[in-house]
């Protein structure tokens, strides 16, 4: 490609992306074509001579656009937003015009350094104490796997990476039934194994950790001969926002002497809005905090925001160090690769200074605001309408509903709105029952956007 074609195409791109963006209020939330479809679409084979850009672009738009479920819709209300504020597109067009490597800080030190300031004006913004650290890494999962590996090697006194899981006393690793399955995944690639992943029973309307069975678990596997290592809480879970009780489950740790990991992915964000802190309050106390500002803050996806009390505890259990990767002549520098799993970074910091420059605090508090009033505006129109059931109260942006007491009957109606288009919402299980989620997150959602989900859930149960 030319330079003269490559201003062309990417001149081409930005308005398409543009006109995409407009368009996104006529689009049907989720992708309506049927499994294997846009498979079967595709050649066998690769071409063997080059194509025209304009039948590859024409082909896109044909073949891909029908098969995208549109998770900028202003209607999404499934799972968490995978926001992309405007802003932070832009700063994503120039990363991939420099597509920069940014390993080691001589990589491209203005990233490794930029990371480190936007990370401290995150830490400001959240409350967090003083004297975390922040590093980027690509999900949460990936910070919540770093975080089980920093467990294993405190426990393993720091052996396990070389001499492996010898036989001896199982590690162990608690939690509540509310975390994210991204903790099971951790524990699988870890080498704990699930079977080591202790689950203590929820207690109050945030289903929360029981902080007293926790204790009474840590002190049955010492007796037992295992070895506990580390307490995963959770704030904000996925199925219902579940929330544990911070200062009295990290308190728990701190006292046996366990590495504390918090997973905060989707509700992390709202803790800008000083009102909301209560949901985790004690979080002082945490070895290990993660949020997203890829959910609910609007930075394009990848982008978690990973902040550790010790952060050599991090480097000790994951930094590796050839010839080939040492900086000279630069002491001091942090090369963020040996804080993360991976050792390629992209240059993630950008799109947060964007963003957090053009928004500024104030206004991504103010849409966190408005989203919480909403949702919570819904749920009470829900509460009042014959035939539906509040299951779970709302978590900041976040609550389950049903209509009717059968199981299949409110999987139907999932299905129902679904495929009717005009919003997307997903189902989970409480106490054993399905519930619908609803969560208001989309960065350009507006009020009318809540009304009208209220319209589409009533009137496609009345029909259903």
Known sequence: ????????????????????????AERPVRAQTAPGEIYHAVPEAAPEQGEAMEAIFADFERLILPGMTHWQHPRFFAYFPANAAPVSVVAEHLVNAMAA?????????????????????LRDALGLPAGMSGVIQDSASSATLAAVLVMRERALDWQGNTAGLKPGPQLRIYCSGEVHTSIDRALWVSGIGTDNLVRIPVTGPLRGMDAQALRAAIAADRAAGHLPAGVIACTGGTSTGGSDDLRAVLGVARDEGLFSHVDAAWAGAAMICPEFRDLWDGVALADSVVFNPHKWLGAQFDCSAHFLRDPEALVKTLAIQPEYLRTHGADGVINYSEWSIPLGRRFRALKLWFLLRFH????????????????????????ETLGFEIVT?????????????????????????NADGRIYLTQTRVDGRVAIRFQAGQFEMTERDAETAYEVITEIAARV
């Open 1 to 24: 490609m030319t330079p003269e074609e490559f201003e062309t195409w990417s001149r081409r791109a930005a308005e398409w992306g543009v006109a995409y963006r407009r368009s996104l």
């Open 101 to 121: 490597q940014c390993m080691l800080w001589q990589t491209s030190p203005a990233a490794t350094e930029l990371e480190t300031r936007v990370m401290e004006w």
């Open 360 to 383: 500024g605090l104030e206004g991504l508090r103010g849409m966190i605001r408005d989203h919480v009033r909403w949702s919570r505006g819904l749920c009470e129109r829900l509460r």
């Open 393 to 417: 109260e709302p978590v900041l942006s976040l609550f389950t509903f049903r209509h009717g007491p059968e199981d299949a009957h409110n999987l139907a109606l999932v299905e129902a709105i």
